[in-house]
């Protein structure tokens, strides 16, 4: 496998990409991470999740100062405080989706841009600084940038995608596998609701607009469908060894699994 020496930036998916199945990152993939960022090398995490979540993992990870989140809705500077880029959803028709949601009994957590809120019962995890809202002025000035929707049934999930999908502005960027294999009796379902023209690739290219890198200079790794927008915009391409099928016909590598810590073991053979 040819040498990548010319690499400024590394896009690296979180969930079963940088962690294990347990949801840990492997010490291979933590001392790479560190020894590229010590040679100059930008290593920004990309996730769909908000801000909080992947906040924490690139700390763990000794990344950049540069997270990728809300499934590319925004690029957050943490070290500095602030989101470089952002691709807000209109309070408008966010308050009429909520509203809806009340009708149809569903919770849903706000992605906003710096922190997140969930509705009445729903929360998955408090970190520092979140909030509950009851309805959309509880959140003041922020800016609404994704919806987790969340509900108990295969049958309410049916109705949530039916429901998102009569707006125009709106696409679910996320799904539940559970959902997406037709399995009927989990316990939970939820999907990841965003701008229409949001996606991680979307996110990336914005990033490398910001800070002039071209796109053969930069490298990402995934293991999932929804990392397909974030190939598109990177000049090479790594799946992991877990990653789905359709995946993995799209990129130029293919790596050891999660649990192996693949996306280290890429990075010291063939970037440092």
Do not use: W
């Amino acid at each position: 496998m040819e040498q990548l020496k010319n690499i400024k930036v590394i896009f690296i998916d979180i969930d079963r990409t940088l962690t294990n199945d347990n949801h840990k990152i492997p010490k291979l993939n933590i001392e790479a991470i560190k020894e590229a960022t010590q040679k100059g090398i930008l290593v920004v995490l990309c996730s769909g999740r908000g801000l909080a979540y992947a906040k924490e993992k690139s700390i763990e990870a000794f990344a950049s100062n540069y997270i990728i989140t809300n499934n590319g809705a925004q690029i957050y500077d943490y070290l500095n405080k602030k989101s470089i880029y952002e691709n807000k959803m209109s309070n408008e028709n966010v308050e009429k989706l909520l509203k809806d949601f009340e009708e149809m009994g569903i919770e849903c957590i706000l992605n906003t841009s710096s922190t997140r809120f969930g509705s009445k019962k729903l929360v998955r995890k408090i970190y520092e600084g979140e909030h509950f809202f009851y309805t959309l002025d509880d959140i003041g000035n922020e800016n609404v940038l994704q919806i987790v929707g969340e509900v108990n049934s295969f049958q309410d999930m049916d109705k949530m995608v039916r429901c998102v999908n009569k707006y125009d502005e709106f696409i679910i960027l996320n799904l539940s596998k559970a959902y997406l294999e037709n399995k009927r009796n989990e316990k939970n379902y939820y999907a990841d609701i965003n701008n229409r023209n949001t996606n991680k690739g979307q996110g990336i290219k914005k990033f490398l607009e910001i800070f002039n890198i071209n796109k053969d200079e930069a490298i990402c790794f995934g293991d999932y469908i929804n990392d397909i927008d974030m190939f598109n915009e990177c000049g090479h391409k790594v799946a992991m060894k877990n990653a789905s099928e359709e995946l993995k016909q799209k990129a130029n590598y293919i790596t050891l699994s999660n649990n192996e810590g693949g996306v280290g073991d890429f990075i010291k053979k063939y970037i440092l």
